[in-house]
């Protein structure tokens, strides 16, 4: 059997249409490539988004503002010092964009004027730390891209 340009064109295409649908299906369906939101509750944060806005702006006013540090025993989240360490109170949020399930949340509990956490439950790579806070009552929101 004779194969001529026009039955060679066609497989041509089959195939190339072939390959593509592999790759397409492959992406769909393999876990290891999951294409979720940022978060599941987007629009829900959407709406917090002008209250956030003013707890950085608050923060904006205080003397010296959150810092943090990576240490031997983990990352140290170090509050101003020019405050009392006894009424801080908030939570701290890890967010590892590129797997949620290592996300941490903790609850902030100072006996000094920071907060440790320890190394063996963070992973090398970026991290979305937001330290969301309070001091009498006022407000406070503290977010950094870090590279740990």
């Known amino acids: ?10 497989i041509a295409f089959v195939l190339f249409i072939a390959f593509i649908m592999y ?34 702006e608050n923060s904006k006013e205080l003397k010296t503002n959150i810092s943090w540090s990576k240490t031997k025993e983990g990352l140290s989240i170090i509050f101003p010092a020019e405050l009392d360490y006894k009424e801080i109170k908030g ?3 890890l967010y590892r ?7 941490i949340e903790v609850p902030i509990s100072l006996s ?9 439950s963070l992973l090398d790579g970026r991290w979305n730390i937001h330290v969301d806070w309070q ?12 590279v740990y």
């Open 1 to 10: 059997m004779k194969i001529n340009w026009g039955v060679g064109i066609v």
């Open 23 to 56: 790759f397409v299906i492959r992406m769909n369906t393999d876990e290891k490539l999951e294409h979720d939101l940022v978060t599941d509750e987007y629009y829900q944060e959407e709406l917090k988004y002008q209250e956030s806005i003013d707890k950085e």
């Open 91 to 93: 939570k701290v949020f």
């Open 97 to 103: 964009p590129s797997n949620k399930q290592l996300d």
């Open 112 to 120: 000094n004027h920071y907060l440790l956490i320890p190394d063996d």
């Open 135 to 146: 001091y009498k009552n006022t407000p406070y929101l503290f977010k950094e891209e870090i």
